[in-house]
């Protein structure tokens, strides 16, 4: 079992960062990939970032790419999006998610626990 917990979420505007923060617990959090996804009303989870169990893969969604940054502190058994030059269309909430398998992928499908999320709004 792998819990999750997100935090650093809240209100920004247009323009500024956030950085989230996904805590694990559980299994050995070095023994799998990370990834971050996001929910808007009324539209479909959509891939954000993932990242390797070491690091040395990192994968980005098209809309975030240049401006999201994700990172994992195995010793502190955390994983980070660092979200930078935030627009309004990133206002979601964001969800971090383990994936047993060490690669990390783009699919939430591949992901067997995930985080309750944390609200991003960003205004206009």
């Known amino acids: 079992q792998v819990q999750l917990v997100e935090s650093g979420g809240g209100l920004v505007q247009t323009g500024g960062s956030l950085r989230l923060s996904c805590a694990a617990s559980?299994?050995?959090?070095?023994?799998?990939?990370m990834g971050w996804f996001r929910q808007a009303p009324g539209k479909e989870r959509s891939f954000v970032a993932a990242?390797?169990?070491?690091?040395?893969?990192?994968y980005y969604g098209d809309s975030v790419k240049g401006r999201f940054t994700i990172s994992r502190d195995n010793a502190k058994n955390t994983a980070y999006l660092q979200m930078n030059s935030l627009k309004p269309e990133d206002t979601a909430v964001y969800y971090c998610?383990?994936?047993?398998?060490?690669?990390?992928?783009?699919?939430?499908?591949?992901?067997?626990?995930w985080g309750q999320g944390t609200q991003v709004t960003v205004s206009s």
């Open positions: 559980g299994r050995t959090f070095s023994r799998y990939a």
């Open positions: 990242i390797s169990w070491s690091g040395s893969r990192i």
């Open positions: 998610a383990a994936d047993l398998g060490l690669s990390g992928s783009r699919s939430w499908g591949e992901y067997e626990y």
